[in-house]
């Protein structure tokens, strides 16, 4: 049986950012926010995708281990979740950043 949390595991821990130097770019010290997103909208379409081969391996009989089927649908769906919550607090930092007066 996989083991529920195994997506906890897979996250990087947060560590203390390195400090830039005036004039050096953020690249430098790691990946910047706009690769870390790309990568985790990637790993959320390949639960996704993962979710809808075994959903259809099990209807189509070639599979019957219902209870992995299930995993992998409910990781599928807190992934889709988390990454919508991400996006609804970056359109809530744009939006406050608009607002800011120059």
Request: negative net charge; proline residues 5%.
């Amino acid at each position: 049986m996989t083991d529920p949390l195994g997506l906890i595991g897979k996250t990087t821990p947060l560590t203390k950012p390195a400090q830039s130097q005036p004039g050096q770019s953020g690249s430098a010290n790691g990946p910047d926010f706009k690769e870390f997103l790309k990568e985790q909208i990637a790993e959320v379409n390949k639960l996704q995708s993962d979710a809808r081969e075994a959903v259809e391996d099990l209807h189509a009989g070639r599979r019957n281990d219902l209870e992995n089927v299930i995993l992998a649908t409910e990781k599928a769906d807190v992934a889709f979740k988390m990454l919508l919550q991400v996006r609804n607090k970056v359109m809530e930092a744009y939006e406050e950043v608009k607002q800011i007066r120059v």
